[in-house]
T-cell receptor
């Protein structure tokens, strides 16, 4: 079974430029997450989707960040314009729903490392 | 503000010793608790989950939960160099649906 696929793996841009990250979750996983992980820190949730609906985007900086999950499968996270402080690893994860039980198992992609110069 | 606190370490133990990693959380509404392992340059992977007070054992790993003290721990017995990684504590709150809040992680180094 294919895992969570993210692209690009690495991106270097200058500040004020736009950038987009793409994620393809594990087939059949209804829940998709975007986390941001700064160096030496744990992942911080940016947005969570249940199918195509964004159910938790309270931590997403909406002035410059946007996300979409068309058709409840792939997702794209965009930053425009990027700032120096946006340098981080952007992790996409997905999880299955086993009835009403949340197992807590998030399957992470390899991440997209963003460097803003 | 809801928080998950961990000592960032590094925690250094010799091969074969017991490594003890600790985590506290601030929200009493948290009901599910998890330990993820993250190797350098890699993504986190789930290694243990615990939902009720007490101990849960899985091979060399034991998770311990004390909800009254809002405390979660992970014990690694017979530590191996391959256990060297960052261990992330994560909690799920009842109102948070399927969201996890992560601590900043404790870096473990096992020397041979």
């Amino acid at each position: 079974e294919a895992g969570v696929v993210q692209s690009p793996r690495y991106k270097i841009i200058e500040k004020k430029q736009p950038v987009a990250f793409w994620c393809n979750p594990i087939s059949g996983h209804n829940t998709l997450y975007w986390y941001r992980q700064n160096l030496g820190q744990g992942p911080e949730l940016l947005i969570r989707y249940e199918n195509e609906e964004a159910v938790d985007d309270s931590q997403l900086p909406k002035d410059r960040f946007s996300a979409e999950r068309l058709k409840g499968v792939d997702s794209t996270l965009k930053i425009q314009p990027a700032e120096l402080g946006d340098s981080a690893v952007y992790l996409c994860a997905s999880s299955p729903r086993q009835g009403a039980v949340f197992t807590g198992e998030l399957f992470f992609g390899e991440g997209s490392r963003l460097t803003v110069l | 503000q809801k928080e998950v606190e961990q000592n960032s370490g590094p925690l250094s133990v010799p091969e074969g010793a017991i490594a003890s990693l600790n985590c506290t959380y601030s929200d009493r509404g948290s009901q599910s608790f998890f330990w993820y392992r993250q190797y350098s340059g890699k993504s986190p992977e789930l290694i243990m989950s615990i939902y009720s007070n007490g101990d849960k054992e899985d091979g060399r790993f034991t998770a311990q939960l004390n909800k009254a003290s809002q405390y979660v721990s992970l014990l690694i017995r017979d530590s191996q160099p391959s256990d060297s990684a960052t261990y992330l504590c994560a909690v799920n709150e009842r109102q948070a649906g399927t969201a996890l809040i992560f601590g900043k992680g404790t870096t473990l180094s096992v020397s041979s």
